[in-house]
Every structure is written in structure tokens, then in C-alpha cells.
């Protein structure tokens, strides 16, 4: 078990639907996406569950941003 820090940042876990709500998808995409790798976005498999941390999910909404912020 590992043990946090108060200064350590918890990242939150995501199920497919949770995070296929989050970036805008529906879960039968996100499910194509795994399975074509047409994306790269990291998931974690628990089982035959399938997570994704929020941060994995901000990064790729990042890299899919076009145009100069600000």
C-alpha cells in the first residue's frame, strides 16, 4: 500500500464511461480507441475493468488542442 504525502496530488481514476463523459466521447468510443489504437491515451486494466487517470485523459485533451492559447 503506498502511502501519500500531504504535498502528494491524488490522481483520479476514471472508469470508460466516467471518462469517456469527461473528454466528450461516448464509452463505445473509447472502447474503439483502445482497440484500434487510433489514440494513445494510457488506461489501466483491473481485471477485465478498464480505468484511465484523469490526468492521462487532461493530456490528451491537450495534445488535441489547436491554436495559441491566451
Same mark, same amino acid.
Given at each position: 500500500?503506498?502511502?501519500?504525502?500531504?504535498?502528494? /496530488?491524488?490522481?483520479? %481514476?476514471?472508469?470508460?464511461?466516467?471518462?469517456?463523459?469527461?473528454?466528450?466521447?461516448?464509452?463505445?468510443? #473509447? !472502447?474503439?480507441?483502445?482497440?484500434?489504437?487510433?489514440? /494513445?491515451?494510457?488506461? %489501466?486494466?483491473?481485471?477485465?475493468?478498464?480505468?484511465?487517470?484523469?490526468?492521462?485523459?487532461?493530456?490528451? #485533451? !491537450?495534445?488535441?488542442?489547436?491554436?495559441?492559447?491566451?
Amino acid at each position: 500500500m503506498a502511502i501519500s504525502t500531504p504535498n502528494q /496530488q491524488k490522481d483520479e %481514476i476514471l472508469g470508460n464511461s466516467d471518462a469517456a463523459e469527461y473528454i466528450g466521447v461516448t464509452p463505445r468510443t #473509447l !472502447e474503439v480507441w483502445r482497440c484500434t489504437k487510433r489514440y /494513445q491515451i494510457p488506461f %489501466i486494466k483491473v481485471g477485465r475493468l478498464v480505468k484511465y487517470r484523469k490526468s492521462a485523459l487532461d493530456a490528451f #485533451l !491537450e495534445s488535441r488542442t489547436i491554436g495559441a492559447e491566451g
